[in-house]
Nanobody
Framework: QVQLVESGGGLVQAGGSLRLSCAGSGRTFSSYSMGWFRQAPGKEREFVAAITLTGGNIAYADSVKGRFTISRDNAKNTITLQMNNLKPEDTAVYYC?????????????????WGQGTQVTVSS
């Protein structure tokens, strides 16, 4: 098992940047494919970005391509989501997720473990 803890959320003006981090427990963090998802009030949770075990393959939702960057540091058991040029529609609770198999997963049902989420609010 792995436990995930997100951090880095907050309030930012449109056009600003935030960097989210997700810290994983355990010594086998490098065995997990990871993803970021978000859920806005009244909406379903949606895919944001995903990264494979070694970071060799990455996927993004069309809505964040060119603005968000996912990365991982297995030595530090962390993944990050650098978010630039934020828009009010990016406002949501952001979750990191893990799956203990090799692959690039974009569906939330594909993940086994979830963090508690961190709030991102973008003001116009």
């Amino acid at each position: 098992q792995v436990q995930l803890v997100e951090s880095g959320g907050g309030l930012v003006q449109a056009g600003g940047s935030l960097r989210l981090s997700c810290a994983g427990s355990g010594r086998t963090f490098s065995s997990y494919s990871m993803g970021w998802f978000r859920q806005a009030p009244g909406k379903e949770r949606e895919f944001v970005a995903a990264i494979t075990l070694t970071g060799g393959n990455i996927a993004y939702a069309d809505s964040v391509k060119g603005r968000f960057t996912i990365s991982r540091d297995n030595a530090k058991n962390t993944i990050t989501l650098q978010m630039n040029n934020l828009k009010p529609e990016d406002t949501a609770v952001y979750y990191c997720a893990a799956r203990d198999t090799l692959g690039l997963y974009t569906g939330d049902y594909m993940y086994h473990y979830w963090g508690q989420g961190t709030q991102v609010t973008v003001s116009s």
